[in-house]
């Protein structure tokens, strides 16, 4: 079985401030990560995926995240944020032997990332 | 391309009723899950459909159950409704062996 921790359930920052929101996870078994975006009254978006090959993946909106394997992590970063990008952020695995990227998700609790002015 | 759509986007039930709802595919896309997503949770797999057929189901009871139609689109249904099933339930399409799932905007059930 697989787990997702996410530490922070909020992280505050100031506008055109680096922000990193960290993603742990737990299985038995290789994973495919993901970091999925909720804004309000709104579904997931997909920022960002790793599946294979180079450890640090380009995401959308200027995110990216790196694939540590011997720590399990799978933390979220963006050099520099915008008030757009208050919302709510979800890590999410899925179980690589089982077949596609697309089966069982198992989602973390989400980091609320709040941009102050 | 209108992504995934569900419906309806809001309804309010009352405890011990049943409660259907729809979730129409992204086009081209043969698989949909179900999730269930709690205030302040993440969301929670319910189950995944594929080619007609329940393909994998998470830890929920069997009040909760679904179909899928040959055009690919999918229903959830749950059956005499507690109050804990208060939440925002998401569906997602993706192609099977895919390497992404596509969220609706979900379907915000109050069960009072």
């Known amino acids: 079985a697989q787990s997702v921790t996410q530490l922070d359930s909020q992280v505050p920052v100031f506008e055109e401030a680096p922000v990193e929101l960290r993603c742990n996870y737990s299985?038995?078994?290789?994973?495919?990560l993901f970091w999925y975006v909720q804004y309000p009254n709104q579904g997931l978006q997909l920022l960002l995926k790793?599946?294979?090959?180079?450890?640090l993946v380009k995401g959308i909106n200027g995110f990216e995240a790196e694939f540590n394997k011997s720590q399990t992590s799978f933390h979220l970063r963006k050099p520099s944020v915008h008030i757009s990008d208050t919302a709510e952020y979800f890590c999410?695995?899925?179980?690589?032997?089982?077949?596609?990227?697309?089966?069982?998700?198992?989602f973390g609790t989400g980091t609320l990332l709040a941009v102050q002015p | 391309d209108a992504g995934v759509t569900q419906s309806p986007t809001h309804l309010i039930k009352t405890r011990g009723q049943q409660v259907t709802l729809r979730c129409s595919p992204k086009?081209?896309?043969?698989?949909v899950s179900w999730y269930q997503q709690a205030l302040g949770q993440g969301p929670q797999f319910i189950f995944q459909?594929?080619?007609?057929?329940?393909?994998q189901r998470g830890n929920f009871p069997d009040r909760f159950s679904g179909h899928q139609f040959p055009n690919y689109s999918s229903e959830l249904n749950v059956n005499a409704l507690l109050l804990g099933d208060s939440a925002l339930y998401l569906c997602?399409?993706?192609?099977?062996?895919?390497?992404?799932?596509?969220f609706g905007q979900g379907t915000r059930l109050t069960v009072v």
């Open positions: 997602a399409s993706s192609l099977d062996l895919g390497s992404e799932a596509f």
């Open positions: 299985s038995s078994v290789s994973v495919y």
């Open positions: 790793y599946l294979s090959g180079s450890t």
């Open positions: 999410a695995v899925s179980d690589m032997n089982y077949g596609g990227a697309t089966n069982k998700l198992i």
């Open positions: 086009s081209g896309h043969d698989t």
């Open positions: 459909y594929y080619e007609e057929e329940e393909r």
